[in-house]
């Protein structure tokens, strides 16, 4: 557990497993839609043919970004959690450093 402050407290674990649930989606996401623009549509009409394919690209388009989102707030969390360690680990170093100090001498 990280103190940041007075009152804030977050658990690494937690972050960690955000994370992990977000790349999780991620990679479950990706597979639910499968490879949608090697479909091919054959109406007989080219210029329906040609529309189809343009909204399964842009589907598909959209899909990628969801799936992008996801993998970056995923990768968002872990920087976080990180960081906070970071953060947890050089507070403790500075205030066994202060506790080792000599007392100055005012004299």
Same mark, same amino acid.
């Given at each position: 557990?990280?103190?940041?402050?007075?009152?804030?407290? %977050?658990?690494?674990?937690?972050?960690?497993?955000?994370?992990?649930?977000?790349?999780?989606?991620?990679?479950?996401?990706?597979?639910?839609?499968?490879?949608?623009?090697?479909?091919?549509?054959?109406?007989?009409?080219?210029?329906?043919?040609? %529309?189809?394919?343009?909204?399964?690209?842009?589907?598909?388009?959209?899909?990628?970004?969801?799936?992008?989102?996801?993998?970056? %707030?995923?990768?968002?969390?872990?920087?976080?959690?990180?960081?906070?360690?970071?953060?947890?680990?050089?507070?403790?170093?500075?205030?066994?450093?202060?506790?080792?100090?000599?007392?100055?001498?005012?004299?």
């Amino acid at each position: 557990m990280v103190n940041m402050g007075s009152g804030f407290q %977050t658990t690494l674990q937690d972050l960690a497993n955000a994370a992990g649930s977000f790349h999780d989606g991620a990679d479950q996401f990706a597979k639910a839609l499968g490879a949608i623009t090697t479909l091919k549509a054959d109406s007989g009409d080219g210029g329906l043919d040609e %529309t189809v394919q343009a909204v399964l690209a842009a589907i598909d388009a959209l899909h990628s970004r969801v799936v992008q989102g996801l993998r970056e %707030t995923g990768d968002n969390l872990d920087k976080v959690r990180a960081d906070y360690q970071r953060s947890d680990v050089s507070s403790r170093e500075l205030y066994d450093d202060i506790m080792r100090a000599e007392p100055i001498d005012k004299g």
